[in-house]
T-cell receptor, first 120, second 113 residues
Framework: EAQVTQNPRYLITVTGKKLTVTCSQN?????MSWYRQDPGLGLRQIYY???????DKGDVPEGYKVSRKEKRNFPLILESPSPNQTSLYFC???????????????????FGPGTRLTVL | AQSVSQHNHHVILSEAASLELGCNYS??????LFWYVQYPGQHLQLLLK??????LVKGIKGFEAEFIKSKFSFNLRKPSVQWSDTAEYFC???????????FGKGTSLLVTP
């Protein structure tokens, strides 16, 4: 089954204790992305990756790191979590258009089940 | 600045009522448009999408949306809602310049029996 998985699904931690949220997809997608969802703010992109070893900041990257050593995995790292990072996190992936495809070519993003993080 | 606006933050309807959720965007140029749904405790699922062609797009579960270029709008509609449509709905826009999805703040829909 094609899917995006995240672990853990729920996490309660304390300020300053490093944590990693894993994301894995089995669809051989090039593009992967992390979002955080907060009430009244919708989803905001944290980081994204166009392919292995290619990552870039989204709209709200402060306090986060990512890595893309393998195509299927895109972990989100919080080196020193703070309470304002309490949120619901979603990982997403999509296929990039083939070289030479129409500039309008775009593929939908598939989302993981979410990770609810609480930082005390 | 580029933005996506959803006019209604909370909507309460009775079963069988008609639904229309507004979405406006402020991007120049070509855009791809999406509506996602998030049922309670679940991840986002794609309801429908518009890339080009017929501006009236039909999605899953009886939903449809109309792209009106002159109004920069992509409103979601359903003629008769069911209790199972209770969820949060997100409009999202991708501009032709990249692959990021920009989401609206969401509309929480509650359908009462």
């Amino acid at each position: 089954e094609a899917q995006v998985t995240q672990n853990p699904r729920y996490l309660i931690t304390v300020t300053g204790k490093k944590l990693t949220v894993t994301c894995s997809q089995n669809m051989n997608h090039e593009y992967m992305s992390w979002y955080r969802q907060d009430p009244g703010l919708g989803l905001r992109q944290i980081y994204y990756s166009m392919n292995v070893e290619v990552t870039d900041k989204g709209d709200v990257p402060e306090g986060y790191k990512v890595s893309r050593k393998e195509k299927r995995n895109f972990p989100l790292i919080l080196e020193s979590p703070s309470p304002n990072q309490t949120s619901l996190y979603f990982c997403a992936s999509s296929r990039l258009p083939l070289a030479g495809a129409s500039p309008r070519a775009y593929n939908e993003q598939f989302f993981g089940p979410g990770t609810r993080l609480t930082v005390l | 600045a580029q933005s996506v606006s959803q006019h209604n933050h909370h909507v309460i309807l009775s079963e069988a009522a008609s639904l229309e959720l507004g979405c406006n965007y402020s991007y120049g140029g070509t855009v791809n448009l999406f509506w996602y749904v998030q049922y309670p405790g679940q991840h986002l699922q794609l309801l429908l999408k518009y890339f080009s062609g017929d501006p009236l797009v039909k999605g899953i579960k009886g939903f449809e949306a109309e792209f009106i270029k002159s109004k920069f709008s992509f409103n979601l509609r359903k003629p008769s809602v069911q209790w199972s449509d209770t969820a949060e709905y997100f409009c999202a826009v991708n501009s032709n310049s990249g692959y990021a999805l920009n989401f609206g703040k969401g509309t929480s829909l509650l359908v009462t029996p």
